[in-house]
């Protein structure tokens, strides 16, 4: 059993979940899942490096990882959420309505990117705020 140390990194503080707990020898795509469990980041933005390395594309990539290894996840389309929210409390917060469709289109445009990345979709209460704001 290994005791590791995940660790979400990105834009803003890191987010550090201490004391996970698996096997050595856990499968690459249980691992994966372990770490989507436990960030809730989706497996298809998973981004994970043991350390410094990214971790192995190997059935096995936990196989010389060491008690209070610090795993590293990055959120591939954090990017692209973080601009949602800030477009989403613009829009929210404007008075002026040119500025309001502006900030609308453009988080539309970002959904949309965001729709293209996953298969699956989830809005954001955010997102449903814009809409929902635009139809009243």
Not at 83 to 95: D, G, I, P, Q
């Amino acid at each position: 059993m290994l005791h590791l140390v995940v660790r979400i990194v990105g834009e803003g503080e890191d987010r550090e979940f201490p004391n996970i707990v698996v096997e050595s020898q856990i499968s690459r795509q249980d691992f994966l899942k372990r770490i989507k469990d436990v960030t809730n980041v989706p497996m298809d933005c998973l981004d994970v490096y043991l350390n410094d390395d990214k971790i192995p594309d190997s059935l096995h990539p936990l196989e010389t990882a060491k008690h209070n290894d610090e795993i590293r996840v990055k959120h591939t389309s954090l990017p692209q959420w973080t601009a949602l929210t800030e477009t989403v409390k613009t829009f929210s917060s404007s008075k002026d309505p040119e500025q309001k469709k502006r900030h609308f289109q453009l988080a539309n445009d970002i959904i949309k990117s965001l729709q293209t990345l996953f298969k699956y979709y989830d809005r954001t209460p955010e997102a449903m705020e814009v809409t929902q704001s635009n139809h009243a």
